[in-house]
């Protein structure tokens, strides 16, 4: 199966989603429910365009190796600095094929089948949760379930289910704060302070991620809370219009906190190429959430097979020609600065 068949395939079955040729967040623009951002949709498509803005330093001067992509992550070894992003609501934003239940089950056990793993959702549903720790299981504890940031009492109880899981490392989404189904519920679901974030830490008893880091200030409050990770991430401009993108703020954060904890970046990273430049940013890996789903409805296990070979792939060729031998070795100095106001694009 070529990547082109997935997309075609996916066109048949993901609802809203058009499973377009670059996933750049024109076409669904505000459609929510869909795979849409917030307001106008203006931040998903900064996202994306902000990858494509900056430019990389070409160098075949160098000794011919093949690059060595591998990234460690909390002990596991993947392929590729590559994570798959936690998406829920299948059946909301992208039509009738799977729950999430069945989404779950199916993306655990093929990203860990392709070398990488894969962050689940959580959702209003308690089943949701449950059915993402029992594929994380399955697997052999081999991905990420993501919690929301409910209050401490029903987070306990998911926690319970995360150790059931097997699973290495959780994961919050805090800035899933501003979905709209999760205003006004009971329990409640909420932005978090650094000492509520430090006992849902302490609660879960694994190596922790603060998703959705979107300053300095954010990173340093992870950081003191105890959390092992971030990801940069704006939700993929579902929670807050005109934001900045993650590749504006990236670079800021990461020389934060970068060496003393895992810095991981999502939105609008669609090749391998963005990958690198992420990489070269300060970022330690990615995240990549929408392609997959298209992966995932378009071709099953072996779409997201291909995505990762894909996506590998464009990384090395990104490392072959700066002459780059591995992910250590990227750097600032792989990114072109403009010299003159002529090329400030």
């Known amino acids: ?18 499973a377009c040729p670059v996933c750049n967040g024109r076409a669904c623009s505000n459609t929510i429910p869909g795979p849409g951002s917030k307001g106008v949709g203006d931040t998903a498509i900064r996202n994306y365009d902000a990858w494509k803005k900056i430019r990389i330093n070409m160098n075949t001067i160098s000794k011919n190796v093949t690059p060595d992509t591998s990234f460690d992550f909390f002990g596991k ?15 909301l934003h992208y039509g009738d094929k799977y729950t999430d239940l069945e989404y779950n089950d199916l993306l655990v056990r093929a990203a860990a089948k ?3 793993l894969a962050f689940t959702g959580d959702g209003t549903n308690p089943d949701v949760m449950k059915a993402a ?14 919690v929301k940031p409910w209050d401490i009492n029903t987070l306990k109880e998911k926690f319970a289910l995360v150790a059931d899981s097997g699973s290495f490392a959780v994961a919050t989404d805090v800035d899933a704060a501003g979905l709209p189904f999760l205003q006004n519920l009971t329990p409640p679901a909420g932005s978090k302070t650094v000492e509520e974030l430090h006992e849902m830490i302490s609660a879960a008893g694994k190596p922790y991620i603060i998703k959705g880091v979107m300053t300095v200030e954010g990173a340093l409050a992870a950081k003191e809370a105890g959390a092992k990770a971030i990801v940069v991430s704006n939700h993929g401009g579902r929670v807050l219009d005109q934001c900045p993108s993650t590749a504006e703020v990236l670079e800021e954060i ?8 895992m810095v991981l970046v999502d939105g609008g990273l669609r090749t391998g190429t963005d990958i690198f430049k992420a990489l070269a940013l300060g970022a330690d890996a990615v995240l990549v959430a929408r392609p997959y789903v298209t992966a995932v409805y378009g071709g099953g296990e072996e779409g997201v097979s291909v995505l990762t070979q894909k996506l590998t792939a464009e990384l090395k060729d990104a490392m072959k020609m700066c002459g780059v031998a591995t992910l250590k070795e990227i750097s600032k100095k792989n990114l072109f600065e403009p010299k003159s106001r002529f090329f400030s694009l």
């Open 254 to 261: 990461a020389d934060a906190v970068g060496g003393s904890m």
């Open 133 to 146: 720790c029992q594929a994380i299981k399955n697997a052999g504890g081999q991905g990420v379930p993501t």
């Open 1 to 18: 199966m070529t990547y082109q068949e997935i997309l075609e395939n996916a066109r048949t079955c993901s609802g809203p989603c058009k």
């Open 114 to 116: 392709s070398g990488i």
């Open 77 to 91: 070894n993947l392929v590729a600095p590559i994570l798959v992003g936690p998406v829920g609501a299948m059946k």
